[in-house]
């Protein structure tokens, strides 16, 4: 099974996205010029520059998302803010390298253009996508409590069809899980298959596999049905992993990128030690303002300094701006709450604008923290998270970040709970670290700073 992607293919739109704002660019250059002699040769590297810098801007605006309609009010505003920050991404690229610079009149041609025929396409495809999309009939193997959750993570899928589950169990016989009939014994799994149409198996079956049921799924994978187990499907389905179903041979078995990706690792250093004296010389005006006002509008320091875990269980010192009020843990550390009655007026905002967290970029150039990882948490409550959360020490295998896949994804860590959900995506990161999603991250990011999403 390929990664979800209903009701779209995520690569064709980008490379019809991409393929539109360099006609939209030719267009707008024979306007200009009545002429397209030397128009890739003048203009080449402008020319895809302009493209990854709509494509990155649609990005953070979520046009690419399996849940985006293309023809309702919000696509179009969505589509919209795309096109003005494509507009500024690329001025600000002109302005810095004068080398690429496009003129002003090729851009305010071609912009209403891009705008366009993006809308046009989009609603095209939506309509092509929605008439040949077909749910893939899903037989789930076992009605245990792996069952029960796989079920219940996709059964508000589209894309999948859960036709029942078997299990071997007579006192399971004749009843269901969530609405879902158990329909039958492993030992029917290959005439079920014919008669039910399944596209996929799920194996939610969490002892020993009896040689005959494996005799069975070798011989209907023959016939092309896709079989899983739940962590793999999981993961596919939700970009999460399953903490609390997976066991120890399947986390010894299975490769976590960030544990041998060693050249990455050195890589990724790099271009942290960049990005964060960039980011400290381009916040400048934004620290000094922000640290006046948290020393106006309450008493006590302007920064925050917490002990936080590390890589490799190491404790450092986290630097913020000081959004809440100076004794604010005078009873001891507890986790942040909606409408915390402990933030001030200032510190709501900067938390709302991740402001606050501007400060961390120097703890990315001492290298204590990464732009992306799991996100520190404090000794106090990573010692009960042990405890109680399997295999919570697996994300201290890298440094921490500023932002992490499980913050675009998920809501500011306030319970146990949070912890274990955010731990979910913290094991996805790790399993699938790699540049490209280290950028989907960074995009994400900008998305949820645009929108205040996900924060408290």
Known sequence: MARKRPPLNTF??????????????????????????????????????????????????????????????????????????????????????????????????????????????????DRISLNRHKSKGLLILGAGRAGHYICESIRSDSSFEIVGFLDDDPEKHGKSVLDVPIIGRTEDLIRLVDDKKVDIIVVAITHEKKAELLRSLLAVKLKGVEIFDVPTIYEEITGKLPVSHLRDGWVVFTSFSAM????????????????????????????????????????????????????????????????????????????????????????????????????????VLKGDMSFVGPRPERPEFVQGFKEQIPYYSLRHIVKPGITGWAQVKWRYGASEEDALEKLKYDMFYLKNISFVLDMKIILKTINVVLFRKLSR
């Open 260 to 363: 041998d990706r060693s050249i990455y690792i050195h890589i990724k250093r790099a271009y942290d030690v960049f990005l964060a004296l960039l980011g400290l010389i381009l916040s400048a005006p934004i620290i000094v303002l922000t640290a006046i006002l948290v020393k106006v509008t309450s008493p006590g320091p302007v920064f925050f300094r917490q002990n936080r875990v590390g890589l490799n269980e190491e404790v450092f010192r986290i630097y913020k701006f000081r959004s809440m009020v100076s004794d604010a843990e005078k009873n001891g550390a507890v986790f942040a709450q909606v409408n915390d009655s402990r933030v001030t007026p200032f510190g709501a905002f900067i938390r709302k604008s991740r402001i606050d967290e501007i400060p961390q970029l120097w703890n």
């Open 12 to 125: 064709i739109l980008l490379i019809i996205d991409a393929a539109l704002v360099i006609l939209a660019f030719v267009i707008a250059y024979l306007v200009r010029f009545a002429t397209l002699e030397a128009v890739f040769i003048k203009y080449a590297v402008q020319v895809i520059l302009l493209s990854g810098c709509y494509l990155s801007a649609f990005y953070i605006f979520d046009l690419y998302e399996p849940h985006v309609r293309f023809k309702d009010s919000d696509f179009i505003v969505r589509l919209l803010f795309g096109i003005l920050s494509g507009l500024f991404f690329s001025a600000s690229i002109s302005y810095i390298f004068p080398y690429w610079y496009i003129g002003r009149g090729l851009v305010l041609l071609s912009a209403p253009q891009v705008f366009f025929y993006i809308l046009l396409w989009r609603s095209a495809y």
